[in-house]
């Protein structure tokens, strides 16, 4: 599988490796069972998304403030609803 990846995909996922069990909990489900399949606006979305910092990552999905794109957070939500259901 990992001949298939584009660099593009290779670097999101490993940016979405943050250590950080708070966010860990949404990306890495995310990464491990949609990302690859996932649209290319959604793929560019989540770059951008991993491309944050952590602080300002725990303050979105923990709805502390809201991401400075609307696009961004309905991303958020959809991790969220994956974890979550």
């Known amino acids: 599988m990992s001949e298939e990846l584009t660099l593009e995909e290779r670097k999101v996922i490993y940016?979405?490796?943050r250590g950080?069990?708070?966010i860990?909990?949404?990306f890495?489900?995310?990464v491990k069972n949609y990302y690859l399949t996932a649209p290319a606006s959604e793929k560019a979305?989540?770059?951008e998304l991993v491309a944050q910092e952590d602080p300002d990552l725990l303050d979105w999905f923990m709805e502390v403030s809201e991401p400075?794109?609307?696009e961004l957070k309905?991303?958020?939500q959809k991790l969220k609803?994956?974890?979550h259901g």
């Open 15 to 17: 940016r979405a490796r």
């Open 20 to 22: 950080l069990k708070e």
């Open 24 to 26: 860990d909990v949404y």
């Open 28 to 30: 890495d489900p995310y």
């Open 45 to 47: 979305l989540f770059a």
């Open 68 to 70: 400075p794109q609307v």
């Open 74 to 76: 309905q991303l958020i």
């Open 81 to 83: 609803h994956y974890v």
